[in-house]
T-cell receptor, first 113, second 115 residues
């Protein structure tokens, strides 16, 4: 089945130790999104790619970076995780030229010790 | 800017009760409207959607009608089940730059159904 896959599902890192979360999709969608979701809150958009064009939200900390080497893969890099970065990280995709829904992966739960 | 106002939770109902979760929105242009559901420890799943005024989205017994005159998209289900326990997010997609839409979410409503 076509889908959005996130690895790992659970990630534990230490304070200040860089970490990378990955997302892959078999949907061949042009647009990919990264969200941060803290407990009992709505997802917060960090950035998105429209094809290769990177779009950063104004309030996304510099500590968060992203890479999209090809259509299928997208990575979220947290350069120096702080305790406040512990959250669920959600990847989503959408085909372009549609006013349509986003397809979400299962998320990666990040714990910072 | 665009915004979604969603009924505060948590909501607790008995099995087979009628469910309404209110959602109103503010947006420029003609947004698409969505309800997403999130089960514990999982990502968001699309529950239903409507892309133009008077459209009714439906899925798994849930319904919502896009009401432009009241800028609302209330979620309803006639008889809830324990398996419906989850967090429900109302969202809209609108953009001044067609093809580059973003989702604006409501705060989410936690629903618990007791047997």
């Amino acid at each position: 089945d076509a889908m959005v896959i996130q690895n790992p599902r659970y990630q534990v890192t230490q304070f200040g130790k860089p970490v990378t979360l990955s997302c892959s999709q078999t949907l061949n969608h042009n647009v990919m999104y990264w969200y941060q979701q803290k407990s009992s809150q709505a997802p917060k958009l960090l950035f998105h790619y429209y094809d290769k064009d990177f779009n950063n939200e104004a309030d996304t900390p510099d500590n968060f970076q992203s890479r999209r080497p090809n259509t299928s893969f997208c990575f979220l890099d947290i350069r120096s995780p702080g305790l406040g970065d512990a959250a669920m990280y959600l990847c989503a995709t959408r085909p372009k030229w549609t006013h349509n829904e986003q397809f979400f992966g299962p998320g990666t739960r990040l714990t910072v010790l | 800017g665009d915004s979604v106002t969603q009924m505060e939770g948590p909501v607790t109902l008995s099995e087979e009760a009628f469910l309404t979760i209110n959602c109103t929105y503010t947006a420029t242009g003609y947004p698409s409207l969505f309800w997403y559901v999130q089960y514990p420890g999982e990502g968001l799943q699309l529950l239903l959607k409507a892309t133009k005024a008077d459209d009714k989205g439906s899925n798994k017994g849930f319904e919502a009608t896009y009401r432009k005159e009241t800028t609302s998209f209330h979620l309803e289900k006639g008889s809830v089940q324990v398996s419906d326990s989850a967090v429900y997010f109302c969202a809209l997609s609108a953009s001044s730059n067609f093809g580059n839409e973003k989702l604006t979410f409501g705060t989410g409503t936690r629903l618990t159904i007791i047997p």
